[in-house]
């Protein structure tokens, strides 16, 4: 219980690092582009220590609880987010 606990404090505290990312810079949609050219870039599935980490795009919930990181495709529509509120109030 202790590690799930843990493990989702972990990713609690990634949503929270890119939000303030994108406070700093005012660009949430760079950090998206960024994070989506992470998302394409990294590497093999399986390595020595892959057994070690989670991610957060395992499939079900099991893998979820596990995962030291929120899923990408998540977090970078959480940067998306606002300016689609921006671009609909705006009329776009």
Known sequence: ???LAIRAHS????L???DRAASVTGDP???ARALAKIGRVR???WGLL???YTRGDEEGTLGQALSTHPAIDERIERLREPARATDSRRGR
């Open 11 to 14: 990713r609690r505290r990634e």
């Open 43 to 45: 590497g093999p599935e």
């Open 16 to 18: 929270a690092a890119d």
């Open 1 to 3: 219980m202790f590690t």
């Open 50 to 52: 892959s057994p070690l």
């Open 29 to 31: 949609l760079a950090l």
